[in-house]
Protein backbone atom coordinates (compact mmCIF):
# COMPACT_ATOMS: atom_id res chain seq x y z
CA UNK A 1 0.00 0.00 0.00
CA UNK A 2 1.10 3.36 -1.14
CA UNK A 3 2.05 5.63 2.30
CA UNK A 4 0.83 8.91 2.23
CA UNK A 5 2.16 11.89 2.60
CA UNK A 6 1.95 15.53 3.08
CA UNK A 7 3.00 17.94 0.28
CA UNK A 8 6.56 19.93 0.85
CA UNK A 9 8.63 22.49 -0.48
CA UNK A 10 11.99 20.85 -1.53
CA UNK A 11 14.72 22.62 0.06
CA UNK A 12 18.87 22.02 -1.21
CA UNK A 13 20.33 24.08 2.11
CA UNK A 14 19.41 25.99 5.09
CA UNK A 15 19.81 29.22 2.89
CA UNK A 16 17.87 27.93 0.20
CA UNK A 17 14.93 26.86 3.14
CA UNK A 18 15.21 30.69 4.25
CA UNK A 19 14.56 32.07 0.84
CA UNK A 20 11.51 29.73 -0.08
CA UNK A 21 10.01 29.93 3.59
CA UNK A 22 10.38 33.37 3.72
CA UNK A 23 8.71 33.93 0.00
CA UNK A 24 5.70 32.11 1.80
CA UNK A 25 5.43 33.07 4.97
CA UNK A 26 6.98 36.51 5.13
CA UNK A 27 4.42 38.24 7.17
CA UNK A 28 3.62 36.04 9.54
CA UNK A 29 5.19 36.14 13.31
CA UNK A 30 8.45 33.41 13.74
CA UNK A 31 9.02 34.71 17.19
CA UNK A 32 6.66 35.78 19.71
CA UNK A 33 7.48 38.00 23.10
CA UNK A 34 5.59 38.61 26.10
CA UNK A 35 4.82 42.85 26.57
CA UNK A 36 3.49 44.58 29.97
CA UNK A 37 0.20 44.59 28.29
CA UNK A 38 -1.42 40.66 28.89
CA UNK A 39 -2.36 39.28 25.76
CA UNK A 40 0.01 41.53 24.00
CA UNK A 41 2.96 40.33 22.03
CA UNK A 42 6.09 41.80 20.78
CA UNK A 43 6.34 39.87 17.17
CA UNK A 44 9.43 39.23 15.12
CA UNK A 45 8.03 38.55 11.69
CA UNK A 46 9.85 35.73 9.25
CA UNK A 47 10.70 38.65 6.43
CA UNK A 48 11.97 40.34 9.62
CA UNK A 49 14.36 37.71 11.08
CA UNK A 50 15.19 36.70 7.72
CA UNK A 51 16.92 40.36 7.28
CA UNK A 52 18.33 40.02 10.17
CA UNK A 53 20.61 36.75 9.27
CA UNK A 54 21.72 38.64 5.86
CA UNK A 55 22.95 41.62 8.17
CA UNK A 56 24.40 39.54 11.02
CA UNK A 57 26.38 37.18 8.23
CA UNK A 58 27.44 40.54 6.14
CA UNK A 59 28.99 41.80 9.30
CA UNK A 60 30.31 38.46 9.99
CA UNK A 61 32.07 38.17 7.20
CA UNK A 62 33.40 42.15 7.36
CA UNK A 63 34.89 41.09 10.47
CA UNK A 64 37.06 38.02 8.95
CA UNK A 65 35.19 35.29 9.78
CA UNK A 66 34.50 33.98 5.99
CA UNK A 67 35.28 30.28 6.04
CA UNK A 68 35.98 30.27 10.16
CA UNK A 69 34.39 28.42 13.06
CA UNK A 70 32.14 30.54 15.11
CA UNK A 71 30.64 28.77 18.59
CA UNK A 72 26.87 29.86 20.22
CA UNK A 73 26.17 29.53 23.84
CA UNK A 74 23.12 30.72 25.66
CA UNK A 75 19.77 30.32 26.46
CA UNK A 76 16.83 29.61 24.29
CA UNK A 77 16.66 33.09 22.15
CA UNK A 78 16.37 34.18 19.51
CA UNK A 79 19.79 35.47 18.80
CA UNK A 80 20.75 31.99 19.27
CA UNK A 81 19.18 30.88 16.01
CA UNK A 82 20.17 33.96 14.31
CA UNK A 83 23.57 33.98 14.86
CA UNK A 84 23.54 30.12 14.03
CA UNK A 85 22.37 30.70 10.31
CA UNK A 86 23.92 33.96 10.05
CA UNK A 87 27.20 31.47 10.43
CA UNK A 88 26.11 28.60 8.39
CA UNK A 89 24.63 30.04 5.35
CA UNK A 90 27.46 32.09 4.13
CA UNK A 91 30.12 32.53 7.01
CA UNK A 92 31.34 29.40 8.23
CA UNK A 93 31.27 26.48 10.57
CA UNK A 94 29.18 26.89 13.59
CA UNK A 95 29.60 25.15 16.73
CA UNK A 96 26.55 24.77 18.99
CA UNK A 97 27.64 24.61 23.08
CA UNK A 98 26.03 23.14 25.60
CA UNK A 99 24.81 26.14 28.15
CA UNK A 100 24.78 24.10 31.22
CA UNK A 101 28.92 23.22 30.61
CA UNK A 102 31.51 24.15 33.47
CA UNK A 103 33.93 26.62 32.47
CA UNK A 104 36.57 24.20 32.18
CA UNK A 105 34.64 22.27 29.38
CA UNK A 106 33.84 25.21 27.31
CA UNK A 107 37.00 25.54 27.28
CA UNK A 108 37.97 22.34 25.97
CA UNK A 109 35.49 22.61 23.18
CA UNK A 110 36.46 26.06 22.26
CA UNK A 111 39.88 24.64 21.51
CA UNK A 112 39.35 21.29 20.52
CA UNK A 113 36.48 22.96 17.75
CA UNK A 114 38.64 25.68 16.63
CA UNK A 115 36.36 28.41 16.94
CA UNK A 116 37.93 31.96 15.76
CA UNK A 117 34.52 33.44 17.32
CA UNK A 118 31.65 32.92 19.84
CA UNK A 119 28.39 34.50 20.27
CA UNK A 120 26.71 34.57 23.80
CA UNK A 121 24.52 35.43 26.20
CA UNK A 122 25.10 37.84 29.66
CA UNK A 123 25.81 35.10 31.79
CA UNK A 124 29.04 33.98 30.27
CA UNK A 125 30.93 37.55 30.05
CA UNK A 126 33.18 36.81 32.51
CA UNK A 127 34.19 32.98 31.27
CA UNK A 128 34.75 34.77 27.79
CA UNK A 129 36.79 37.50 28.89
CA UNK A 130 39.40 35.20 30.93
CA UNK A 131 39.40 32.73 28.03
CA UNK A 132 40.50 34.98 25.56
CA UNK A 133 42.77 36.65 27.85
CA UNK A 134 44.48 32.97 28.37
CA UNK A 135 44.68 32.83 24.39
CA UNK A 136 42.49 29.27 24.63
CA UNK A 137 42.63 27.65 21.07
CA UNK A 138 42.40 30.23 18.19
CA UNK A 139 39.80 32.36 19.58
CA UNK A 140 39.75 35.73 18.71
CA UNK A 141 36.54 37.32 18.33
CA UNK A 142 34.29 37.76 21.81
CA UNK A 143 30.21 38.65 20.28
CA UNK A 144 27.68 39.66 22.82
CA UNK A 145 24.24 38.83 22.82
CA UNK A 146 23.53 41.81 25.62
CA UNK A 147 25.96 44.57 24.89
CA UNK A 148 24.42 47.95 23.22
CA UNK A 149 27.74 48.88 22.11
CA UNK A 150 31.09 47.65 21.60
CA UNK A 151 33.16 47.61 24.62
CA UNK A 152 36.21 46.12 26.44
CA UNK A 153 37.03 44.27 23.05
CA UNK A 154 33.73 42.75 23.43
CA UNK A 155 31.41 43.44 20.15
CA UNK A 156 27.93 43.85 20.39
CA UNK A 157 26.10 41.62 18.05
CA UNK A 158 23.02 44.89 17.99
CA UNK A 159 25.79 46.84 16.79
CA UNK A 160 26.58 44.17 14.36
CA UNK A 161 23.36 43.95 12.85
CA UNK A 162 23.33 47.64 12.23
CA UNK A 163 26.49 47.54 10.38
CA UNK A 164 25.36 44.50 8.12
CA UNK A 165 22.36 46.63 7.53
CA UNK A 166 24.80 49.17 6.03
CA UNK A 167 26.71 47.29 4.47
CA UNK A 168 24.03 45.40 2.06
CA UNK A 169 22.24 49.18 1.62
CA UNK A 170 25.35 50.41 0.32
CA UNK A 171 25.76 47.28 -2.23
CA UNK A 172 27.91 44.49 -0.03
CA UNK A 173 26.09 40.98 -1.11
CA UNK A 174 29.25 38.82 0.17
CA UNK A 175 26.77 36.71 2.59
CA UNK A 176 23.76 37.03 0.37
CA UNK A 177 25.25 35.72 -2.73
CA UNK A 178 27.54 33.65 -0.95
CA UNK A 179 27.37 29.78 -2.68
CA UNK A 180 26.64 26.83 0.07
CA UNK A 181 28.01 23.72 -0.19
CA UNK A 182 25.55 21.47 1.10
CA UNK A 183 27.34 18.11 1.58
CA UNK A 184 30.04 20.24 3.11
CA UNK A 185 30.52 19.63 7.35
CA UNK A 186 28.87 23.16 8.38
CA UNK A 187 27.84 22.09 11.83
CA UNK A 188 29.56 21.13 14.35
CA UNK A 189 28.00 18.86 17.50
CA UNK A 190 29.21 17.67 21.05
CA UNK A 191 27.43 14.60 22.09
CA UNK A 192 27.00 14.68 26.02
CA UNK A 193 29.70 12.16 27.09
CA UNK A 194 27.72 10.17 29.22
CA UNK A 195 30.09 7.39 28.20
CA UNK A 196 33.38 9.13 27.72
CA UNK A 197 34.52 12.53 26.64
CA UNK A 198 32.29 14.35 24.34
CA UNK A 199 32.47 13.75 20.60
CA UNK A 200 32.18 15.43 17.75
CA UNK A 201 29.52 14.78 15.29
CA UNK A 202 29.63 16.66 11.72
CA UNK A 203 26.28 17.32 9.94
CA UNK A 204 25.83 19.05 6.74
CA UNK A 205 23.26 21.33 5.13
CA UNK A 206 21.95 18.40 3.20
CA UNK A 207 21.59 15.74 5.82
CA UNK A 208 19.71 19.00 8.03
CA UNK A 209 17.30 19.41 4.93
CA UNK A 210 16.70 15.96 4.08
CA UNK A 211 15.35 15.35 7.96
CA UNK A 212 13.28 18.78 7.60
CA UNK A 213 11.61 17.16 4.52
CA UNK A 214 10.80 14.32 5.69
CA UNK A 215 9.17 15.33 8.96
CA UNK A 216 7.46 17.51 6.94
CA UNK A 217 5.80 15.04 4.59
CA UNK A 218 4.58 13.10 7.47
CA UNK A 219 3.32 15.43 10.10
CA UNK A 220 1.86 18.64 9.59
CA UNK A 221 2.84 21.87 11.47
CA UNK A 222 2.07 24.80 9.58
CA UNK A 223 2.22 28.77 9.66
CA UNK A 224 -1.16 29.16 12.35
CA UNK A 225 0.49 26.99 14.99
CA UNK A 226 2.79 28.68 18.08
CA UNK A 227 5.63 26.39 19.30
CA UNK A 228 7.19 26.48 22.81
CA UNK A 229 10.37 26.67 22.48
CA UNK A 230 11.70 24.34 25.93
CA UNK A 231 14.81 21.80 25.38
CA UNK A 232 17.81 23.06 25.01
CA UNK A 233 18.82 24.86 21.17
CA UNK A 234 22.00 23.20 20.96
CA UNK A 235 20.56 20.08 21.09
CA UNK A 236 19.91 18.24 17.60
CA UNK A 237 16.33 17.26 18.67
CA UNK A 238 15.41 20.98 19.35
CA UNK A 239 17.79 22.46 16.84
CA UNK A 240 16.04 20.83 14.38
CA UNK A 241 12.42 19.99 15.58
CA UNK A 242 12.16 23.13 17.90
CA UNK A 243 14.39 25.84 15.85
CA UNK A 244 14.93 24.70 12.24
CA UNK A 245 10.93 23.03 11.19
CA UNK A 246 9.32 26.06 12.60
CA UNK A 247 11.34 28.30 10.12
CA UNK A 248 10.55 25.93 7.30
CA UNK A 249 7.16 26.14 7.68
CA UNK A 250 6.33 29.23 8.45
CA UNK A 251 4.76 28.67 12.56
CA UNK A 252 5.41 30.72 15.38
CA UNK A 253 7.53 30.28 18.42
CA UNK A 254 7.45 31.16 22.19
CA UNK A 255 10.59 30.78 24.32
CA UNK A 256 9.98 29.11 27.79
CA UNK A 257 10.79 30.86 30.70
CA UNK A 258 11.46 27.70 32.83
CA UNK A 259 10.08 24.72 33.84
CA UNK A 260 7.59 26.37 36.72
CA UNK A 261 6.56 28.28 33.86
CA UNK A 262 5.63 25.71 31.35
CA UNK A 263 1.55 25.97 32.23
CA UNK A 264 1.28 30.00 32.27
CA UNK A 265 3.60 30.17 29.12
CA UNK A 266 1.29 27.32 27.24
CA UNK A 267 -1.81 29.64 28.40
CA UNK A 268 -0.48 32.59 27.91
CA UNK A 269 1.39 32.07 24.18
CA UNK A 270 -2.13 30.14 23.50
CA UNK A 271 0.40 26.98 22.28
CA UNK A 272 -0.42 24.67 19.81
CA UNK A 273 2.41 21.96 19.70
CA UNK A 274 5.43 21.63 21.73
CA UNK A 275 8.29 19.23 21.44
CA UNK A 276 10.20 17.92 24.16
CA UNK A 277 11.24 14.94 26.84
CA UNK A 278 9.05 12.13 28.44
CA UNK A 279 9.53 13.26 31.73
CA UNK A 280 8.31 16.65 31.64
CA UNK A 281 5.60 14.98 29.41
CA UNK A 282 4.93 12.55 31.97
CA UNK A 283 5.09 15.17 35.14
CA UNK A 284 2.35 16.89 33.11
CA UNK A 285 -0.12 13.82 32.53
CA UNK A 286 0.38 13.12 36.44
CA UNK A 287 -0.47 16.34 37.74
CA UNK A 288 -3.55 17.04 35.40
CA UNK A 289 -4.19 13.58 36.90
CA UNK A 290 -4.32 14.79 40.23
CA UNK A 291 -5.73 17.80 39.24
CA UNK A 292 -8.80 16.03 38.53
CA UNK A 293 -8.83 14.21 41.13
CA UNK A 294 -8.95 16.72 43.57
CA UNK A 295 -11.94 17.96 42.06
CA UNK A 296 -13.60 14.55 42.60
CA UNK A 297 -13.92 14.38 38.30
CA UNK A 298 -12.02 11.26 37.84
CA UNK A 299 -14.78 8.60 37.63
CA UNK A 300 -16.13 10.93 35.41
CA UNK A 301 -13.61 11.42 32.90
CA UNK A 302 -12.55 7.60 33.04
CA UNK A 303 -16.54 6.98 31.78
CA UNK A 304 -15.90 10.25 29.62
CA UNK A 305 -12.78 7.58 27.80
CA UNK A 306 -14.54 4.70 27.40
CA UNK A 307 -17.62 6.50 25.49
CA UNK A 308 -14.78 8.37 23.12
CA UNK A 309 -13.33 5.11 22.76
CA UNK A 310 -16.45 3.57 21.67
CA UNK A 311 -17.45 6.51 19.16
CA UNK A 312 -14.21 6.34 17.94
CA UNK A 313 -14.53 3.39 16.60
CA UNK A 314 -17.30 4.63 14.48
CA UNK A 315 -14.82 7.93 13.49
CA UNK A 316 -17.16 10.08 15.75
CA UNK A 317 -14.27 12.13 17.72
CA UNK A 318 -15.71 13.75 20.90
CA UNK A 319 -12.83 14.43 22.78
CA UNK A 320 -12.43 18.05 22.44
CA UNK A 321 -15.82 18.53 23.61
CA UNK A 322 -16.01 16.14 26.90
CA UNK A 323 -12.38 17.03 27.84
CA UNK A 324 -12.61 20.47 27.59
CA UNK A 325 -12.09 21.36 31.12
CA UNK A 326 -8.44 19.79 30.87
CA UNK A 327 -7.75 21.16 27.71
CA UNK A 328 -8.21 24.80 29.32
CA UNK A 329 -6.01 24.15 31.83
CA UNK A 330 -3.35 23.12 29.17
CA UNK A 331 -4.16 26.56 27.11
CA UNK A 332 -7.23 25.71 25.36
CA UNK A 333 -4.82 25.20 21.90
CA UNK A 334 -2.33 22.11 22.30
CA UNK A 335 -3.05 20.07 19.44
CA UNK A 336 0.07 18.16 19.16
CA UNK A 337 2.86 16.99 21.96
CA UNK A 338 6.01 15.70 20.32
CA UNK A 339 8.36 13.31 22.56
CA UNK A 340 11.48 12.12 22.03
CA UNK A 341 15.51 11.97 23.42
CA UNK A 342 14.42 8.86 25.94
CA UNK A 343 11.39 5.90 26.24
CA UNK A 344 7.88 7.35 26.53
CA UNK A 345 5.37 5.58 29.01
CA UNK A 346 3.18 4.20 27.17
CA UNK A 347 0.04 4.87 29.51
CA UNK A 348 0.72 8.31 29.97
CA UNK A 349 1.23 8.59 25.72
CA UNK A 350 -2.00 6.69 25.76
CA UNK A 351 -4.15 8.30 28.16
CA UNK A 352 -3.12 11.98 26.84
CA UNK A 353 -4.36 10.87 23.20
CA UNK A 354 -7.58 9.35 25.03
CA UNK A 355 -8.19 12.64 25.93
CA UNK A 356 -7.81 14.60 22.80
CA UNK A 357 -4.24 16.05 22.93
CA UNK A 358 -2.02 13.74 20.38
CA UNK A 359 1.13 13.05 21.96
CA UNK A 360 3.52 11.03 19.32
CA UNK A 361 7.11 9.86 19.67
CA UNK A 362 9.53 9.58 17.57
CA UNK A 363 13.75 7.95 17.53
CA UNK A 364 16.75 9.41 16.94
CA UNK A 365 20.68 10.29 17.51
CA UNK A 366 22.45 13.55 17.16
CA UNK A 367 24.28 11.49 13.90
CA UNK A 368 20.96 11.19 12.11
CA UNK A 369 20.28 14.91 12.47
CA UNK A 370 18.61 13.70 14.42
CA UNK A 371 15.31 12.08 13.70
CA UNK A 372 14.69 8.52 12.29
CA UNK A 373 11.73 7.33 12.99
CA UNK A 374 8.28 8.37 14.77
CA UNK A 375 4.63 8.14 14.50
CA UNK A 376 3.17 10.70 11.97
CA UNK A 377 -0.35 12.15 10.37
CA UNK A 378 -0.91 8.85 8.53
CA UNK A 379 0.38 5.95 10.81
CA UNK A 380 0.22 5.89 15.06
CA UNK A 381 1.49 2.90 16.96
CA UNK A 382 1.19 2.87 20.58
CA UNK A 383 4.95 1.83 21.97
CA UNK A 384 4.08 -1.02 24.52
CA UNK A 385 6.26 -1.72 28.03
CA UNK A 386 7.19 -5.05 29.10
CA UNK A 387 4.62 -5.24 31.40
CA UNK A 388 1.20 -4.33 28.85
CA UNK A 389 2.26 -6.41 26.52
CA UNK A 390 -0.18 -9.53 25.39
CA UNK A 391 1.69 -12.65 27.76
CA UNK A 392 2.59 -14.47 24.35
CA UNK A 393 4.52 -11.88 22.94
CA UNK A 394 6.57 -10.72 26.53
CA UNK A 395 8.50 -14.14 26.64
CA UNK A 396 11.63 -13.08 24.31
CA UNK A 397 11.21 -9.35 25.61
CA UNK A 398 13.68 -7.55 27.55
CA UNK A 399 12.53 -3.47 27.42
Known amino acids: MHEQKHKIVEIKDLKD ?36 VDALGTAFIKLGLKGKRIAVISENRY ?26 EIKSLIERSEAEAICYSQKYDETMKRLKAEGVG ?13 EDGVYSLKELLEKGKNLI ?47 ASVLEINEKD ?39 NLKEYKISVMVSVPILFENMYRKLLKGIEKKGKLETVKKGVKISNVLSKLHI ?31 VEKGYNELGIRLIQGYGLTETAPVVAANTDFKYRLRFSRTNLPKSRRKNCKS
Open 138 to 150: KLKHLISMDLPNH
Open 17 to 52: MLKKSGELYGDRPAYKFKTDVEGKFDIITHKEFRDM
Open 79 to 104: EWGLSYLATVCGTGLVVPLDKSLPEN
Open 317 to 347: DVRKQLFKEIHEILGGKVRLFVSGAAGLDPE
Open 226 to 264: TMLSFLPMHHAFECTVGFLYPLYKGTAVAFCEGIKHIAD
Open 169 to 215: AEGDRSFIDADIDAEAMDMMLFTSGTTSTSKAVELSHRIICANLMDI
